[in-house]
């Protein structure tokens, strides 16, 4: 791998970094493509680099989030339970089983799609007659649960999908994104070992690309400090909308990549 691959992927990670750490987004949803079109990552390679993107990157925003003291909770204890089991599961699916990128592509464009226009036409019209009430907390664990398997199955941080379902049910922002950064830097880590020790016996690309993983990471790393930064200059509909566009972007792209 050549130097230019390597600063491209750390000026990925931080530009996607600085647009997703204020709603709660790893970022790594949108790094996915980029590793697989653009930087050649082979599959299934390309899910544990995604996550050790996440385990560098993570402290970033987290680090932000400590600081103004909006880290840590029962919502975010609720995301870590759920999540790394899944991811444990979701790694031994993708090894032995190999589900096809096209069912991701599936799944994320049916999930995604309509709930960022759900949420986006919810804030825009912002009639709220009473104060909506969060998921309760079984609800929750299975929430993250299934977010933790179809993390550890494709190597995504998992905050792109509990973003907008917790958001949509009430909490502000400003609660659900410093949770969700947790709950997937945590099962990141779970996951990136489980791939590691997958890889000493599985066959195929099953360690991660580390030079890439890592520049890809130092990136975000960077760009999750600033984002996380900017989230408290933002107020909570830009929040919103913020959230509710990335999750509608990702739904598009993954509709159009099905359809093409």
Known sequence: ?????????????????????????????????????????????????????????????????????????????????????????????????????????????????PLGLWLGLRTVRQKRSREPRPPAPRATRILALAVGVVGGIYGIGGGSLLGPVLVGRGPPVATVAPAALAATFVTSIVG?????LLSLTATGDVAPDWLLGLSCGAGGLLGGYLGAHLQSRLPETALRLLLAALATGVGTLYAVQILG
């Open 1 to 113: 791998m050549d130097w230019s691959t390597v600063l491209l992927g750390f000026v990925a990670g931080l530009l996607i970094s600085v647009a997703t750490a204020p709603v709660g987004v790893s970022g790594a949803v949108f790094l996915l493509p980029v590793q697989v079109s653009v930087l050649g990552v082979p599959s299934p390679a390309v899910t544990p680099t995604n996550l050790l993107f996440n385990v560098v990157a993570g402290p970033g925003a987290l680090l932000r989030y400590w600081r103004a003291r909006r880290l840590g909770g029962p919502l975010t204890r609720l995301l870590i339970a759920g999540t790394v089991p899944g991811v444990i599961l979701g790694a031994l699916i993708r090894v032995f089983a190999v589900p096809g990128p096209r069912v991701f592509r599936l799944l994320v464009a049916a999930l995604l799609l």
């Open 192 to 196: 990136a070992a489980t791939y590691a």
